[in-house]
């Protein structure tokens, strides 16, 4: 369960321009009944402070470690068909303090080779529609807040580009499938919402 990731591109030529390309997690749970919940990392906070999670992560390691030893193909057959113990009616109980494997999912190296995430699913699709037949650049850049709040991180890479290009890009991500909420954030991420001023 990620906030946001997204794709800085940058097209080369002789009027370059960029546009930022924002994921946008559903919180659909998903990704939290995949096996890899177990490789996720550790969880973001000191035993004292969460006695309870760490307790209960505990116990299940050492449930797990005991069926691993007696017998491999039950463990493999627990992971693959339990979801993360945290899960609870599609939503995580440990958000703020869930690992980082679980803070950047599915942008991790098993993550972007997921079929089992409806949105990236689509990133991938729209990805593809404004790099279609443009020289180009891309870069990924992490932001663990969602655009709008105040206490973003890091500055959004500013993107430059024309009207006459904005409005080329939102059309071809439309016909990618993009959802109202992904225009939103992806207006949000290129200066396209009321309280941004741009001058191209
Ligand atoms: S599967 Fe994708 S959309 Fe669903 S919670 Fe995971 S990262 Fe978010
Ligand atoms: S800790 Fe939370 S985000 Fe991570 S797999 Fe479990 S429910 Fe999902």
Request: hydrophobic fraction near 35%.
């Given at each position: 369960?990620?906030?946001?990731?997204?794709?800085?591109?940058?097209?080369?030529?002789?009027?370059?321009?960029?546009?930022?390309?924002?994921?946008?997690?559903?919180?659909?749970?998903?990704?939290?009944?995949?096996?890899?919940?177990?490789?996720?990392?550790?969880?973001?906070?000191?035993?004292?402070?969460?006695?309870?999670?760490?307790?209960?992560?505990?116990?299940?390691?050492?449930?797990?470690?005991?069926?691993?030893?007696?017998?491999?193909?039950?463990?493999?057959?627990?992971?693959?068909?339990?979801?993360?113990?945290?899960?609870?009616?599609?939503?995580?109980?440990?958000y703020e303090i869930r690992p980082d494997g679980c803070r950047l999912f599915p942008k991790t190296a098993f993550g972007m080779q997921s079929q089992d995430c409806e949105p990236l699913t689509r990133f991938r699709k729209m990805c593809a529609a404004l790099k279609k037949g443009r020289t180009h650049t891309g870069t990924y850049y992490f932001t663990g807040k969602t655009m709008g709040s105040a206490k973003c991180d890091e500055p959004i890479k500013p993107s430059k580009f024309t009207q006459k290009q904005y409005q080329a890009c939102v059309a071809k991500l439309r016909q990618a499938g993009m959802t109202d909420d992904e225009l939103t954030l992806f207006n949000d991420f290129n200066g396209q919402n009321k309280s941004c001023v741009r001058t191209c």
């Open positions: 369960m990620v906030d946001t990731f997204y794709l800085h591109l940058e097209f080369t030529g002789k009027n370059g321009w960029s546009i930022n390309l924002p994921f946008l997690c559903t919180k659909c749970g998903t990704c939290c009944t995949l096996e890899d919940f177990l490789t996720a990392g550790k969880i973001n906070a000191k035993p004292e402070e969460h006695p309870k999670v760490h307790a209960k992560l505990k116990a299940l390691f050492e449930e797990l470690g005991k069926m691993w030893e007696a017998d491999e193909s039950k463990y493999e057959t627990y992971t693959m068909h339990n979801p993360c113990p945290f899960l609870v009616k599609n939503s995580c109980t440990i």
